[in-house]
């Protein structure tokens, strides 16, 4: 009896089907003291032999029509099968159980309403199981049957869990994509907001956000600036005389001149019309000022010029290309903000260009 009360224990806490067959097959065995048990569940028309504990194989795997096995007899009859004497008992397929070591055996169906399976125990000497070794069997079986029953609740929780798990899943992956997406949007409008149709370079809002950012990182950071005006010459004849398509053209050219001489960490900007802006974080440190003054913005100056004269000579004959150039150095403990410095910058570069054969211009 203890050994049936652990079993049915077994059986209650037991979620797959191969932990019940593990349960069935070892506590029928040892409830009669048999020589070999089975585990056998109906399949349609056909007796599906799951699993065995025995002394030597069985038919575990194996299918047989319910009309041609004990088990299915059991099953069809919803009541025990006790056989004494395998050959003596018609009901015993001979061509089956002769090449095994069964002599007699007990076969209880799983369930007596509408049974789902069957137990069978088997011996390999003729033995008349008594009616408390039966009800034992079939007690056991009739756990097993609440067993399978709990499997497959257990079965389709897990089955909806699963299902649930892949629909939050998909779901969250369409939501991730529509955040990706609604963010490569954002990102377009932003980059779109903060850049110059004609020319790809930044705009006046760009340059006025990335340019408080960086004179901000500078002042913490300890290091000079430099902000350099730039400013198109002759673009209203250019306008007059050749269209507005030469006009833009000398835009255009200005924005690759500055993109080309200047670094990537440099913000080169379109503020409008034919003005240009230039903030170059430590430019005048690493041009060799010491004190973040003048000798770092002439130098960068200079080197726009240059770029500028290369640039018109690899034009051969095109639509030169002249601009007027200002530039104020920042020093770290510059106190201006960003339109004071714009005005100082301009102020340099509308000297340069009245005085265009003179000096280059420098404020501070």
């Known amino acids: 009896m203890d050994r049936l009360i652990g079993a049915i224990q077994d059986l209650s806490l ?80 001979d061509e089956v159980y002769r090449p095994t070591f069964v002599k007699s055996l007990v076969m209880v169906p799983i369930r007596t309403r509408a049974p789902i399976g069957a137990i069978g125990t088997y011996w390999a000497r003729p033995y008349r199981a008594n009616a408390a070794e039966v009800q034992m069997l079939q007690a056991l079986a009739d756990s097993t049957s609440v067993a399978l029953e709990n499997v497959q609740v257990y079965a389709e929780l897990e089955e909806r869990v699963r299902q649930r798990t892949e629909e939050l899943a998909a779901a969250n992956g369409r939501l991730r994509a529509e955040v990706a997406e609604r963010e490569r949007a954002q990102a377009a409008v932003h980059q779109i907001a903060i850049t110059d149709d004609l020319t790809g370079i930044y705009n006046r809002r760009g340059f006025r956000m990335l340019a408080e950012r960086e004179l901000a990182l500078a002042r913490r950071l300890g290091i000079p600036s430099m902000l350099i005006s730039v400013d198109v010459d002759f673009l209203k004849l250019t306008n007059d005389r050749f269209g507005h398509a030469a006009g833009d053209q000398l835009i255009i050219d200005t924005a690759r001149l500055l993109t080309r001489v200047f670094r990537a960490t440099d913000i080169v900007a379109r503020l409008g019309g034919d003005e240009f802006a230039v ?64 005005a100082a910058a301009d102020r340099a570069m509308y000297a340069d260009k009245q005085g265009r054969r003179g000096p280059l211009s420098m404020v501070s």
Request: charged share 30%; glycine share 10%; proline share 6%.
């Open 14 to 93: 037991a979620r797959h089907l191969d932990d019940v067959a593990a349960v069935v097959r070892s506590a029928a065995r040892d409830l009669v003291g048999a020589d070999g048990a089975t585990f056998v569940l109906r399949e349609g028309e056909h007796c599906y032999y799951k699993d065995e504990d025995a002394i030597e194989p069985l038919w575990k795997g194996r299918k047989f029509p319910l009309e041609l096995c004990v088990s299915g007899w059991a099953m069809l009859n919803r009541e025990p099968a006790v056989i004494p004497d395998i050959y003596a008992d018609e009901r015993v397929p």
């Open 279 to 342: 903030l170059c974080p430590s430019s005048a440190r690493e041009a060799g000022s010491t004190d973040g003054r003048s000798d770092g913005g002439a130098e960068a100056l200079q080197r726009l010029r240059h770029g500028l004269l290369d640039f018109n000579l690899a034009a051969r004959g095109l639509q030169p290309l002249s601009l007027s150039l200002g530039a104020t150095v920042i020093p770290p403990d510059d106190g201006r903000d960003l339109d004071h410095l714009l």
